[in-house]
Structure formats: structure tokens, C-alpha cells
């Protein structure tokens, strides 16, 4: 176990100095995305008449944007990863390592989660003052967020493989981001009868729809959408995992960790 605390140290560490490196790049993250949110709910304000009071639908679609901001940051982490470290002739290297690929991309994953959380508190504390809107912030919701983050590094090591196999993923990057901003944003605890649980089986819904519930509604934790949401977290992310390893030995098999 000390080993892989070490690894961990180590890449944080790592991220710490590339973050500070280059810190126009995060101050840039941080405006573009607020005043993308900005821009969309100023141009919502506007359509729907100066006497419109969005209440709480405001605050759950607060709740998915910033959601989808942070699982985009864990989704991308792996994947681009992989193809800064092929494209600087580095990879064969990395994986010389003695971690196994899967521990050592993860490691470095949570280490630049750490620091972009950070990046994602500040984001919603723009957003919550440019917009009025008032959240909770009991403890309870640490159990949705780890659910949803269990999925994100689920998505994030099925990307990853895709990275590995066929190099070049950036469109599907970019159409993966529409895709998790329905499923972050979507209230699929709202739909009715049969749908709702369908919505609910989706990646990561479970854990966002009860984020929305505690944050926004002030409602307690339902215990059968936790376990399932915990559930579907645990499933993706050992799914991820799986096809990850399958996916290192089959580029190795192939000799192509190395090309682009």
C-alpha cells in the first residue's frame, strides 16, 4: 500500500508543479467556463421576460453544469494523458514502471483531481453569485459524489482504451462531453413510472438526481437510489478498469504503444 501512496504523492506533486507552471491556462478554464454558464442562463433570463424567477430548477441545472465541468476534467484526464505521453516518445517508458498501467494512470488521475476540484469550488462559487442561486452543502452528499466520480473513472479508462488502441480520439472526446452534459443534467428522478428507472440505470444519474435531491430540494438520501447509484458507479468504474488492462496487453501484443 505504501508504494502506491508514494506513487500518488508523487504525481501530485507533478501536477502541482505543471498547474503552477502554466497558471493562465487554469484562470482561463475557470472564465471560460463561468461565462459560458452565464451566457446561457442571461440569454435564458432574457427569453423568458425580465418577471421570470427560475427558483429551484436554477439551482438543480446549477448542480449538473458544475457536475459535468468536473467529469469532464476526470473523463479527458486519462485519455489525453496517454496521447501527450505518445506523442512525446515517452509512453513505452511510463509503462516500464513497476505499477501496473491501470495503477499509475489512476494515480495520476486523483492526483490532478485534487487540484482540479479545486478549480471546479471556485467555478461554482462564480457561478452561485452571478446567479443568486442558493445551495445546500450537507455531508450527506459525499456518497452521490463518489458514485458519480466511480463512473467518471469508469468513462475515463474506456477512453483511455480507446486512446491506446486507436490513437486519435478527439471527436470522440468532444461528443462524449454532449453525451455525460445529458446525463449529468437530465432529471432523471423526475421522469415517470418505468422511465424514471431506466434514467436512473443510465451512468452517473443515480448519484447526480440525488445530489440534486439533497442540494436543492433539501430532501434525505433514499437508500435504494444510494445503493444503486453506488452500485452503478462501482460497476463502470471496475468496467473501465477491465477493458483498460485488455487494452494495454492488446496494444502491447501489437506494437503500437509507442506510434500516433
Known sequence: MM???????????????????????ALGGILITTFFFYALFAGAQYVAGPASQFGKRLDAVVIGYVLWTLVIFVVNDIALNLQVEAQTG?????????????????ARACASLVLRFSIVVVILGVILLLTGSRLRFPPALVLPLVSVV???????????????????????????????????????EEWPGSLRWLGQSLPMTAGAGLLRDVMVREAGLDPVRLIMALTSGVFYFGLGLLTFRRAVRAAKRRGILGSQ
Open 3 to 25: 508504494p502506491v501512496i508514494h506513487l500518488f504523492w508523487a504525481e501530485l506533486k507533478r501536477a502541482w508543479i505543471q498547474y503552477i507552471r502554466y497558471p493562465a491556462e
Open 90 to 106: 515517452t509512453l513505452e517508458q511510463v509503462l516500464l514502471s513497476p505499477f501496473s498501467a491501470a495503477t499509475l494512470f489512476l
Open 150 to 188: 466511480l463512473g467518471a473513472y469508469g468513462f475515463s479508462f474506456l477512453l483511455g482504451s480507446a486512446a491506446l488502441i486507436w490513437k486519435r480520439i478527439q471527436q470522440l472526446l468532444i461528443i462524449s462531453q454532449f453525451g455525460l452534459l445529458f446525463l449529468l443534467a437530465a432529471p432523471t
